[in-house]
């Protein structure tokens, strides 16, 4: 019932269709026909009703469909298991638990919502409601410790040529960690590690990624952006993860094999930060300079006024 009352809403393509017309078709009274309406609504469907006229969908909500993704990913994929949660404190947290507790590599934990969602040190993450893709992944490859910050950067070459794909928009990279429109943040990725000194035993990978916000929070307002601010149209979350999926499976299957030295040409093209002049905070020191590259290794090089170059491994930059 659900899915012909929504067939024939589409029909209309944005003009109303008569409370007539739906109930003969539906083979139900005009009052049943309403029920159906508020039902919809309820899931977060956008239905106007004016007398006479009928009915109008005028917005559909964005769903994240996890049975969709599952049949659009490749066969074989990297993705082995999607856990999708309404709301959760953070996906990062449960990806973590999962992780101690055996999950597999290919394990995705995807959240509508979180209410602790978190950043790099200590930070908050704001995750509201079915508007963007929260979600953690669980990998157990066998790399060295000092290598997992490098699927930081595999990612968020993942997520700009998906959203490229997806959109045909173009985002760049700031090093190591964050996906920007014109200065402004739309993704932030967040890598962490089970380990002992000499062996990975998983690496948990969390991308936030702002998808159909149109507005934020002031403390965000001037430094946040969302796909569709910059789109200028709501946009599908289960397309966007798709295309982000697919680059980032068959980038993963490339690290694995050729090392991080075949990624590093294609998170080159996309970097905002390189031959720039940054400053860059790092827990020791802050130190300012020019952007002159990565190492083979995904370490920023940062060579001074000096001349000296510096090998920054972790820091926060400031173009
Ligand atoms: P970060 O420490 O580089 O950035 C955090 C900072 O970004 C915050 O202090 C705030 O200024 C800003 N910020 C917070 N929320 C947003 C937002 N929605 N859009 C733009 N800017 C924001 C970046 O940390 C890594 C974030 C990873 C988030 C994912 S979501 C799925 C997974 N689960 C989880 O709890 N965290 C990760």
Same mark, same amino acid.
């Given at each position: 019932?659900?899915?012909?009352?929504?067939?024939?809403l589409r029909t209309?393509?944005?003009?109303?269709?008569?409370?007539e017309?739906i109930?003969?078709?539906?083979g139900?009274? &005009?009052?049943a026909?309403?029920?159906?309406?508020?039902?919809?609504r309820?899931?977060?469907?956008t239905?106007?009703?004016?007398p006479?006229?009928?009915?109008?969908l005028?917005?559909?909500?964005?769903?994240?469909?996890?049975?969709?993704?599952?049949?659009?990913?490749p066969e074989p994929?990297?993705v082995?298991?999607?856990l999708?949660y309404?709301s959760?404190?953070?996906?990062?947290?449960?990806?973590?638990?999962?992780?101690s507790e055996?999950a597999?590599?290919g394990t995705i934990?995807l959240?509508?919502?979180?209410?602790?969602?978190?950043?790099?040190?200590? &930070?908050?993450?704001h995750?509201?409601?079915e508007t963007?893709?929260?979600?953690?992944l669980?990998?157990?490859?066998?790399?060295?410790v000092?290598?997992?910050?490098q699927l930081? /950067?595999l990612?968020?070459?993942?997520?700009? &040529?998906?959203?490229k794909?997806?959109l045909?928009?173009?985002?760049e990279i700031?090093w190591?960690n964050?996906?920007?429109?014109?200065?402004?943040k739309a993704?932030?990725?967040?890598?962490?590690?089970?380990?002992?000194?000499?062996?990975?035993?998983?690496?948990?990978?969390?991308?936030?990624?702002?998808?159909?916000?149109?507005?934020?929070?002031?403390?965000?307002?001037d430094? +946040?952006?969302? /796909?569709?601010?910059?789109?200028?149209?709501?946009?599908?979350?289960?397309?966007?993860?798709? +295309?982000?999926?697919?680059?980032?499976d068959?980038l993963?299957?490339m690290?694995?094999?050729?090392g991080?030295?075949s990624?590093?040409?294609l998170w080159?093209a996309h970097?905002?930060?390189?031959g720039?002049?940054?400053?860059?905070?790092t827990?020791?020191?802050?130190l300012?300079?020019?952007?002159?590259?990565?190492d083979?290794?995904?370490?920023l090089?940062l060579?001074?006024?000096?001349?000296?170059?510096?090998?920054?491994y972790s820091a926060?930059?400031?173009?």
């Amino acid at each position: 019932m659900k899915s012909t009352l929504l067939s024939l809403l589409r029909t209309g393509e944005g003009e109303f269709v008569s409370g007539e017309k739906i109930s003969d078709q539906l083979g139900c009274s &005009r009052t049943a026909v309403w029920k159906h309406i508020d039902a919809l609504r309820k899931e977060g469907y956008t239905v106007e009703a004016a007398p006479k006229k009928g009915y109008r969908l005028a917005g559909e909500p964005d769903t994240l469909s996890v049975h969709q993704l599952k049949s659009r990913l490749p066969e074989p994929s990297f993705v082995k298991d999607i856990l999708h949660y309404p709301s959760i404190h953070s996906t990062q947290e449960t990806a973590h638990l999962l992780a101690s507790e055996q999950a597999e590599e290919g394990t995705i934990v995807l959240a509508d919502e979180q209410t602790k969602g978190k950043g790099r040190l200590g &930070r908050q993450w704001h995750s509201p409601p079915e508007t963007g893709i929260w979600m953690s992944l669980i990998l157990r490859p066998d790399i060295e410790v000092r290598s997992a910050p490098q699927l930081t /950067l595999l990612t968020a070459v993942a997520v700009v &040529r998906g959203i490229k794909e997806s959109l045909g928009l173009d985002p760049e990279i700031k090093w190591p960690n964050d996906i920007l429109f014109n200065g402004r943040k739309a993704a932030g990725i967040l890598t962490e590690m089970q380990a002992e000194p000499d062996r990975v035993h998983a690496i948990i990978v969390g991308l936030g990624l702002n998808v159909n916000q149109d507005y934020f929070p002031d403390e965000l307002a001037d430094i +946040a952006t969302s /796909l569709r601010l910059e789109k200028g149209e709501k946009v599908s979350r289960t397309d966007v993860l798709e +295309a982000i999926l697919k680059e980032w499976d068959w980038l993963y299957r490339m690290f694995l094999k050729e090392g991080f030295s075949s990624v590093k040409p294609l998170w080159e093209a996309h970097a905002l930060t390189m031959g720039k002049e940054i400053t860059a905070r790092t827990p020791r020191e802050t130190l300012k300079g020019v952007a002159v590259g990565i190492d083979d290794a995904g370490v920023l090089l940062l060579r001074t006024k000096d001349g000296k170059l510096h090998h920054i491994y972790s820091a926060d930059i400031e173009v």
